[in-house]
């Protein structure tokens, strides 16, 4: 039987136990640092998986999950810190729908921690974007209500905050053919009006599940082609400015299975404090015929100037960044 991580050093795509010993559910998820804590959350799958049609694949919403960590190998449950709603099929977090990808910042001029995600009917037609707030990073969040970007669909997402302070949603738009870059109203909680369209008009060869770090004054956003829950080869792109031209640079994983993302999908890329050029790339395997059994694919991502690259490792721990 596949013995489970249990928390003394990265053992990417083995099953994950939290400190109580239950498998940490906060996939398509982001971390946020916080005096010392890192705070993860994501999308809690621990439901039955049912198969829709057209290769839909989902579980019933739970809500997001947040889990506190200071060594990101021990994680907390801290609880669904948004739940699913359970009686109001018309409410964006119905059980009946999808609520992807959370990702959350802090606010320091209006202290709120704000978190957006994706929200989406089961056949991903609504495709917008949600918004919740909340005075702790550990919740409760309150749900604010969900928009179309820019009036543009907006289906998997990120967030980005710049040392300036200013804040970019990023989402994949216009039936995946270009990924938005939008920057956020000083509170955060909507859009300024600046965009610009990002990565036009591949077709069929669209971006998703973006994450975006900085480097050397430079900007980076790895991102997967579009194959639903199937694997597909990661592309890293970089930029002078958020709102500026990205150029694609390639695919940073390297060895065997690059191409398929080490059999994963990227959610967010963490910058190691203190280590210029030493990141975490953490990415989803997802297993489509069971969701909840998903797996988190966590690697080391190193920059040498615009050079990314993120290799395999069975099990690693920090000390490589050493
Ligand atoms: C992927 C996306 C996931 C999820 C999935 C549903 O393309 O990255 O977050 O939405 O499709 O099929």
């Not at 957006?116 to 991903?124: A, F, N, P, Q, R």
Request: hydrophobic residues 35%.
């Amino acid at each position: 039987m596949e013995r489970p991580g249990v928390g003394e050093c990265f053992e990417p795509g083995k099953v994950w136990l939290d400190v109580a010993g239950a498998p940490i559910q906060a996939h398509g998820g982001g971390i946020l640092y916080d005096c010392g804590t890192y705070y993860w959350f994501g999308e809690n799958k621990d439901g039955e998986t049912k198969f829709v049609a057209n290769e839909v694949h989902r579980v019933d919403v739970v809500g997001i999950s947040c889990y506190s960590s200071r060594d990101l190998l021990h994680w907390k449950h801290e609880g669904v810190v948004l739940p699913a709603n359970m009686d109001d099929p018309a409410h964006d977090l119905h059980v009946s729908k999808v609520a992807e990808r959370p990702k959350v910042i802090y606010n320091a001029a209006t202290r709120q921690y704000v978190m957006w995600l994706h929200v989406d009917t089961y056949k991903y037609e609504y495709a917008r974007a949600g918004v919740a707030v909340s005075d702790a990073p550990t919740g409760p969040y309150r749900y604010l209500g969900s928009s179309r970007p820019n009036d543009a669909e907006s289906r998997d997402m990120t967030v980005f905050q710049d040392d300036d302070g200013s804040a970019y949603l990023i989402y994949s738009s216009e039936r995946h053919s270009t990924l938005h870059i939008s920057r956020l109203t000083p509170d955060y909680l909507g859009q300024s009006g600046q965009f610009i369209r990002a990565f036009v008009t591949r077709p069929l060869n669209g971006r998703e599940a973006p994450a975006v770090f900085m480097h050397d004054g430079h900007y980076f956003m790895v991102s997967s082609g579009c194959t639903g829950w199937d694997a597909n080869p990661a592309e890293y792109a970089m930029a002078r400015s958020m709102l500026g031209e990205w150029q694609v640079l390639g695919d940073p994983c390297c060895g065997p299975d690059h191409e398929t993302t080490f059999h994963a999908q990227s959610t967010f890329v963490l910058p190691m404090p203190g280590r210029p050029g030493c990141f975490i790339f953490m990415a989803d395997r997802w297993q489509k015929e069971n969701l909840r059994d998903s797996r988190y694919v966590w690697l080391p991502l190193r920059m040498s100037g615009s050079h990314a690259t993120i290799a395999w490792h069975d099990r690693w721990d920090c000390s490589v960044f050493a």
